[in-house]
């Protein structure tokens, strides 16, 4: 039958499960970690170039050792077409500045109280902080093809600034909030190939000068500009749970509700996820929260499909969903070391764009990294077939996460019993509540395709 294939039957659960499945045959040699990495990234590097980034990170950053492996990284970032804004902050070289002079200083809501001595320290810092990254950025990539080259930076007077005034009976005196971005300039300097520079500094019609929070510079100028990504450079461990573990992902909505709920957030961090939000409310898509310690962390965030710190998207990073035509190389890809291996029966192309309606897949970011496909055996039965996952994806539940919902996908269209056939990997479906059975119990259509030289185990499972 049409609709059936040829022997659909093949499941890979070895890509799903632990250490208790069952050894695979030999593999080729794989190669090098730096060769796989750079195969990896390369569709990155294509989907990157031309793209507008901003980039904030705070004046510790400027303090550390280590900045200069950060301009580095940032350089590159430059050399490979990516059309970067960066905003840094001034902090810590204030708080220096006001304490020689021996200044008081006021913070109400995490906002400084600007008086005409701090912002005399204000501008003193946000200049020396500017001229320093200029200084790093003209060295190019030091010890590399790449020293000596050319690297033009852009800063000026294209943030528009207005003062935050008396809130609360709170005067705020030269404090102040981004008022607009002159986005035609910026926009023509990235067209040149210029790095942008922003300091935390704002200017009036009237010729005044506010001090502003990085935050409000980043998020103003990545709206402004319609900025693809925005990467905050956070100085602490990051966004972590209950548990003290990182949290990979954030949607919309979630980072709602942890900005929301009674926990308690570092002040940083919850200026960052205020941020973001906003960020995501206005179509900035994705928000990454990096953490600044970590040596590459902003290759790693980049240029890897999980990153190292906390991503806030303002649509779906991963989702399961029905497979398309345009979804025949992604499955592929995923599925060919299994059929190599003798899990799968091989599909071709052709096979596979016909039966494409009957694929479901698991989408990350533009990659498939699951896939099953459920053939209607008749009017109360179905096969389950083709279940597979990415390596880099294993034992992680998605493989249950996937079997789940194509077993309610399933109930929804009035199926009764599922069938699976399997060759190396029979356990992973009986822990799921698939009981083994003869290849008489298929339906008699499909038990007429049944391939006794492949003597595949059959199994079925009762659904509620």
């Given at each position: ?56 990170f ?121 008022r ?15 790095v942008v520079?922003l300091?935390?500094?704002g200017y ?17 100028a ?23 573990r ?11 509700q ?25 179509e900035?898509?994705r ?8 040596d ?28 398309s ?22 599909r ?37 077939a ?7 994806y ?7 996460a996937?079997?789940q ?60």
């Open positions: 039958m049409a609709h059936f294939g040829a022997q659909p039957e093949g499941t890979g659960p070895l890509a799903l499960t632990g250490p208790s499945m069952p050894s695979t045959p030999a593999t080729p040699p794989q190669p090098p970690a730096f060769v796989r990495w750079f195969r990896d990234s390369a569709p990155y590097i294509n989907a990157f170039r031309g793209r507008t980034f901003v980039v904030m705070g004046g510790e950053a400027v303090q550390d050792a280590q900045f200069a492996g950060l301009i580095h990284d940032l350089a590159l970032l430059n050399s490979l077409g990516i059309r970067l804004v960066l905003v840094h902050g001034a902090r810590p070289q204030i708080e220096s500045r006001l304490k020689t002079r021996g200044a008081d200083m006021h913070y109400v809501n995490g906002l400084r109280i600007t008086d005409d001595e701090a912002l005399a320290c204000v501008k003193e810092a946000a200049g020396s902080v500017r001229v320093e990254i200029e200084a790093l950025l003209s060295m190019g990539l030091a010890n590399s093809p790449m020293a000596g080259a050319c690297i033009r930076i852009a800063s000026g007077n294209a943030v528009i600034a207005r003062p935050l005034g008396v809130h609360e009976g709170v005067d705020y005196q030269h404090t102040g909030e981004v607009r971005i002159d986005s035609e300039a910026l926009c023509a300097q990235l067209d040149q190939g210029s520079l300091s935390p500094i009036s019609p009237t010729g005044e000068v506010f001090n502003l929070s990085a935050e409000d510079v980043a998020s103003s990545a709206i402004a500009l319609r900025a693809d990504k925005v990467l905050y450079l956070v100085e602490g461990p990051g966004l972590r749970d209950s548990r003290k990182l949290t990979r992902e954030l949607s919309l909505a979630e980072a709602e942890v900005l929301a709920s009674r926990r308690k957030l570092p002040e940083e961090m919850q200026r960052v996820l205020g941020s973001a939000v906003n960020l995501c409310r206005h900035v898509k928000v990454h929260l990096v953490p600044r310690h970590v590459g962390a902003l290759l790693q965030e980049l240029f890897t499909r999980d990153g190292i710190g906390t991503l806030i998207s303002a649509d779906r990073y991963e989702g399961t969903r029905r497979a035509i345009d979804d025949v190389a992604g499955i592929l890809e995923l599925i060919a070391p299994l059929e190599a291996a003798g899990l799968l029966v091989r071709s192309r052709e096979r596979l764009e016909m039966e494409i309606e009957r694929f479901t897949v698991v989408e990350r970011d533009g990659m498939i990294i699951a896939c099953a496909a459920l053939y209607p055996l008749d009017d109360t039965a179905a096969e389950l083709c279940l597979a996952v990415h390596p880099d294993r034992d992680q539940g998605r493989g249950d996937l079997l919902y194509l077993e309610q996908s399933a109930v929804d269209t009035g199926i009764r019993r599922l069938f699976v056939l399997s060759t190396q990997t029979s356990h992973w479906f009986r822990e799921r509540g698939f009981a083994p059975a003869a290849p008489k119990a298929l339906p008699a259509r499909r038990q007429a395709m049944y391939n006794y030289r492949r003597n595949s185990k059959v199994f079925v499972k009762a659904l509620d």
